[in-house]
């Protein structure tokens, strides 16, 4: 158990880890109530290591980290114990939907920024990924919402919003201008919301906009069902364009998973 040289505890999930030494890792967590947080988990690679078990993406953690002198001002913490959060693995089907979340917040966050309402967001993005990719769960019918993607275009949405890259989806962007229901918008990276009359409509713009300000996921998913295929270019555009780069690794990896399923022919 901790002890008074930890700090309190903290809420958190493993976004990436990667070999320190012959026994040590560093691990990037995402954290509650200290946003990502770089610790030294000093032994983890040994068979006996309590944390060896633990620090697994995907899965709720209870941390807590070095209280010392030379952990104060420091960049890279020290971990000093860890608990298991509960829940069940995410699914095979589920998991390079799962990696592309921690790309995200690997890429888009700064160190030490704290973004509770997104710590919540990508839990419950989890959760729902869990059910959509449960690959014992029967075979949704030709017609049914493709759960997993809305679970992703909702949690883009409040990724955006949080990090400031996400303008006022009910209004043009230059005039200020409410959305006119009928009439058509997109969500462009440099010009924010602009009529161009091959977008979707201003009654689902508005819609989102309502659910974001509810700040309910399931009132965010189901703003988002129905249009995830629509939202999923200028979502992803908009990413990219704050991120500085034309496409995230876990888009690459998984276009070469797809060729690689392809029957020969299709390759």
Known sequence: MPTSRATPPLQAFVLHSYDWSESSLIVDLFTRGQGRVVVVAKGAKRPTSNFRPLLLPFHPLTVWLS??????????????????????????????SGFYLNELLLKGLARQDPHPLLFDAYAETLRALAGAGDDSAPAPAPAA????????????LVLLRELGWLPELDVVTASAEPLVSERRYTLAPESGMVADGQGMPGATWVGLQAALQHGSAAALRQACAGHAQALRTPLRNLVHYHLATAQLRT???????????APPHER
């Open 145 to 156: 919402v493709d759960t997993e993607a809305v679970a992703l275009r909702a949690f883009e």
């Open 251 to 261: 888009r690459r990896v998984g276009l070469q998973l797809q060729r690689l399923a």
């Open 67 to 96: 209280r010392t002198a030379a952990d104060g001002d420091a960049e890279v913490k020290s971990l000093r114990a860890v608990e298991w959060g509960g829940g069940a693995p995410l699914p095979a089907a589920a998991l390079m």
